[in-house]
């Protein structure tokens, strides 16, 4: 059996092929191919054995994949869906059967696999359930608990809302649906950008499946199969948001030795009052360049402990981690295939039902003019108290009793717009992201009677500010400034409010936002929180005080009162400060900044427009760093009278391979606001280049 292999000229893989089982071996070799580097991290990772390659900077995060037991939870999931849903459990084993067959191929173009020394190991059916959990085991933000749990002891209960997301938060993605009636073809259009941590390579794979089932195009996760979260299928498309649902929690444990002699095993206290056992044992995580770390793996009746353990040494916990896959075993994968078979907005609905991790806001249309918003993924049902803090293990009441029915929300003047704000998630939730870009997307299209798929660049790259005017009505009180403060004052309140890499005042309002940040995060009022608690490291970006604040500094500018603080003063001294600095433009300081699984590779990254509230949502840290590194993983457009005239972009490029014609080709559109074409006329495929079998070597 073979598989066609066809690249259109931004390196992008086009795949037909007899079915869909040789259709996802093929899609597996050929991102082998491509990303093997970027897989084998991916794999370790899920594992907890990224360390052994990668070092000790690695080590916090193979604890945590440990302890939070994700591979086992995979290879749980997987035994699951092989068991419920056999035709797709075969369909990932030919993924993976592509993905063994392609790496030590694709291996040897990396040049991070001779860096590192690392060889090229063997996916086993569950790796890309594994792949899919490690991505985003930490999407429900269950971490935020503990901040929360901190304030309250630290401050008081009156200061978790001043902290709260909603006031503004960290960034998060935009997607928007237009119906036929709002456009110049009279079909719908969906378009948005997800936004998350800017990888390299990209967390994104724009690739082209097709077989006699379905022909469909969209976005990828590299490592999984299918295509999940962004397509169009030629009738139908969708697009996803995260919902900012809760349904993660943390419980605090009693643990104790079983039995009066303290023999090995444990117990834990049950909220009966009964003591049930628990599973207990110690895991090995080698680290290149220095010595292993021993891992206490323990599991209760509730979840696996991710903080602290049976001997409590490091002063904090137990603390167990209870969260959908783990106790149901499904993943959702059931949903891929019926995704990709889809021909209407009611096959995406079905297909939508069996969704499980993450929880998001779903959008859809096909060309019959049928549209869709609603929810779609697992959330427990449960007392309020596990919502919003960690609660006791021993104590009734916490219990998971079920799930949430997934609501749909409505589509209001020929328009839908999802931004991670309040909205058909809200009853799912307890943090949303603020309403401004969610304001400034609707703003947008009201603004024009019919739009086209081109125009849709218009709104992903708009980098108005909405969560500038409580800053901007500080400074507009202030008097008795210096010269070089009155003149950056009055430069300020005569400025349009964007966020544009050329803009001297959008770098003056940072330098401004940035000195209040940390005159506030220094302020004796929240000393008790200017110390980390002694949590893991994985934690630690939820519990840092300076950029708490400086995400929060809308609510914290606006609160009536704030803890006798002189927020006037401190804005005062804010611009004198940044009047006697050098001030160039945004895009100065304001550089995109990936991750990249080797720290040592190194590029000139651009200046970048917007900022973490605009549309153009590039995220940095106010008062810390003006570096960027979340932002847009990609931008879509799909277009439902003609599937080619859909677009798109990714950051980098479609290949992982540094230097490679396709690494970062992409890039200076991606920077610009430009979009490549989605190409899927195989004639057109067909007469640019010549084909490349794909041979299947499976053992017939």
């Known amino acids: 059996m073979t598989a066609e292999l066809y690249r259109d000229p931004w390196g992008i893989p086009h795949l037909r092929a007899g079915s869909a089982l040789d259709l996802a071996r093929a899609q597996g070799r050929?991102?082998?191919?491509?990303?093997?580097?970027?897989?084998?991290?991916?794999?370790?990772?899920?594992?907890?054995?990224?360390?052994?390659?990668?070092?000790?900077?690695?080590?916090?995060?193979?604890?945590?994949?440990?302890?939070?037991?994700?591979?086992?939870?995979?290879?749980?999931?997987?035994?699951?869906?092989?068991?419920?849903?056999?035709?797709?459990?075969?369909?990932?084993?030919a993924y993976v059967e592509g993905v063994n067959e392609g790496l030590a191929e694709g291996a040897g173009h990396a040049p991070e696999f001779a860096r590192t020394g690392l060889a090229v190991g063997r996916w086993e059916p569950w790796t890309p359930l594994g792949v899919w959990l490690g991505t985003h085991i930490l999407f429900a933000g269950f971490p935020a608990k503990l901040w929360r749990e901190e304030v309250v002891r630290r401050i008081g209960p009156e200061a978790v809302d001043l902290f709260a997301a909603d006031g503004p938060g960290t960034?998060?993605?935009?997607?928007?649906?237009?119906?036929?009636?709002?456009?110049?073809?009279?079909?719908?259009?969906?378009?948005?950008d997800p936004h998350r941590f800017i990888e390299d390579p990209g967390v994104y794979q724009q690739i082209h499946l097709s077989c006699p089932e379905f022909d469909v195009v969209g976005l990828a996760v590299p490592g999984v199969p299918g295509i999940a979260h962004f397509a169009h299928t030629g009738t139908v498309a969708w697009a996803i948001t995260n919902a900012m649902a809760d349904y993660q929690d943390?419980?605090?444990?009693?643990?104790?030795?079983?039995?009066?002699?303290?023999?090995?095993?444990?117990e834990a206290l049950d909220p009966d009052g009964e003591w049930r056992p628990v599973a207990r044992h110690v895991e090995t995580v080698e680290v290149a360049g220095g010595e292993p770390v021993e891992v206490e793996i323990v599991e209760t009746p509730r979840g696996p402990v991710v903080i602290g353990g049976t001997e409590?040494?490091?002063?904090?916990?137990?603390?167990?981690?209870?969260?959908?896959?783990?106790?149901?075993?499904?993943?959702?994968?059931?949903?891929?295939?019926?995704?990709l078979r889809a021909r209407e907005v009611a096959d995406v609905d079905r297909a939508f039902d069996h969704w499980a991790e993450p929880v998001n806001v779903v959008q859809a249309a096909d060309t019959e003019g049928g549209v869709l918003h609603r929810v779609a993924g697992r959330v427990p049902l449960r007392g309020s108290d596990n919502r919003t803090r960690i609660v006791a293990a021993w104590e009734p009441g916490?219990?998971?009793?079920?799930?949430?029915?997934?609501?749909?929300?409505?589509?209001?003047?020929?328009?839908?717009?999802?931004?991670?704000?309040?909205?058909?998630?809200?009853p799912l939730g307890v943090e949303f992201a603020p309403p401004h870009r969610a304001a400034r997307i609707r703003q947008l299209l009201d603004e024009r009677p019919?739009?086209?798929?081109?125009?849709?660049?218009?709104?992903?790259?708009?980098?108005?500010?909405?969560?500038?005017?409580?800053?901007?009505?500080?400074?507009?009180a202030l008097d008795g400034l210096g010269i070089e403060a009155t003149a950056l004052r009055d430069r300020l309140l005569g400025w349009d409010r964007r966020m544009t890499a050329d803009s001297l005042a959008a770098a003056a309002y940072s330098a401004v936002r940035g000195a209040v940040v940390r005159r506030l995060a220094a302020h004796p009022a929240f000393a008790a929180l200017a110390d980390?608690?002694?949590?893991?490291?994985v934690f630690r970006p939820w519990l840092a005080l300076l950029p708490r604040v400086g995400f929060a500094l809308e609510h914290l500018l606006k609160a009536e009162e704030l803890y006798g603080i002189d927020r006037a003063a401190l804005v005062r001294e804010a611009v004198e400060e940044a009047a006697a600095q050098p001030l160039g433009v945004w895009g100065d300081t304001h550089r995109l900044a990936p991750w990249r699984a080797l720290t040592t590779t190194s590029y000139d990254e651009p200046g970048l427009s917007g900022d973490h509230d605009c549309v153009l949502c590039t995220s940095a840290v106010p008062g810390l760093t003006d570096l960027s590194a979340r932002g847009p993983a990609a931008r879509y457009v799909w277009d439902l009278a003609d599937r080619d005239h859909s677009l798109w972009v990714v950051p980098f490029g479609a290949s992982g391979v540094p230097g490679s014609a396709h690494h970062r080709d992409q890039l200076p559109l991606w920077i610009e606001g430009g979009l490549a074409p989605v190409i899927t006329d195989w004639s057109r495929l067909t007469q640019e280049q010549e084909t490349e079998k794909v041979e299947d070597s499976h053992e017939q």
Request: hydrophobic letters at 40%; glycine letters at 10%; charged letters at 25%.
């Open 30 to 93: 050929v991102t082998a191919l491509d990303r093997a580097w970027q897989l084998e991290v991916e794999r370790h990772r899920s594992q907890g054995t990224s360390a052994a390659f990668l070092g000790a900077e690695a080590v916090d995060w193979d604890r945590f994949a440990r302890r939070a037991r994700l591979d086992d939870t995979a290879r749980r999931c997987f035994a699951a869906l092989d068991r419920r849903d056999p035709e797709t459990a075969d369909w990932v084993v």
């Open 171 to 192: 960034s998060g993605s935009n997607g928007w649906l237009v119906t036929g009636e709002r456009t110049g073809t009279g079909r719908p259009v969906i378009a948005g």
């Open 250 to 266: 943390l419980y605090r444990e009693r643990l104790r030795r079983a039995g009066p002699q303290g023999p090995e095993g444990w």
């Open 312 to 339: 409590r040494t490091e002063g904090i916990g137990p603390i167990s981690l209870r969260y959908p896959p783990r106790v149901t075993e499904d993943l959702g994968f059931s949903a891929l295939l019926p995704l």
């Open 398 to 426: 916490h219990e998971w009793r079920g799930w949430h029915e997934m609501p749909y929300g409505t589509v209001q003047d020929g328009a839908a717009v999802m931004a991670n704000q309040r909205g058909p998630a809200t």
């Open 450 to 476: 019919k739009w086209t798929a081109r125009d849709m660049a218009d709104v992903h790259m708009d980098t108005h500010l909405g969560s500038a005017a409580p800053l901007m009505d500080h400074l507009a």
């Open 532 to 537: 980390a608690p002694a949590y893991p490291e």
